[in-house]
């Protein structure tokens, strides 16, 4: 089973920057592309970036050229570099693979506001 952990969320300032760690359980990762996901208040969980195996990335149009989505297979890592944060980042931040999402994490809270 595979099992997510979602931190490195908090309070930041606009134009501000965090950084977003997930650990996946399961030798499955290695060999699944890998997403972040977001969920505002009030509206649907979104896709914002996704990484292949390989490394291969894309992004919402939203976070082009802000967030960096990163991987480490030898760890079971994902990350989430999100620079020149805007109020309209803000959400529930969460990780999962793109084709067969498992159970979704806790997620962790992402807040730009001055």
């Known amino acids: 089973q595979v099992q997510l952990v979602e931190s490195g969320g908090g309070l930041v300032q606009p134009g501000g920057s965090l950084t977003l760690s997930c650990a996946a359980s399961?030798?499955?990762?290695?060999?699944?592309?890998m997403g972040w996901y977001r969920q505002a208040p009030g509206k649907q969980r979104e896709l914002v970036a996704r990484?292949?195996?390989?490394?291969?990335?894309n992004y919402a149009d939203s976070v082009k050229g802000r967030f960096t989505i990163s991987r480490d297979n030898a760890k079971n890592m994902v990350y989430l570099q999100m620079n020149s944060l805007k109020p309209e980042d803000t959400a529930v931040y969460y990780c999962?693979?793109?084709?067969?999402?498992?159970?979704w994490g806790q997620g962790t809270q992402v807040t730009v506001s001055s």
């Open positions: 999962n693979r793109i084709v067969g999402v498992v159970s």
């Open positions: 399961g030798s499955i990762f290695s060999r699944n592309a």
């Open positions: 990484i292949s195996s390989g490394g291969n990335t």
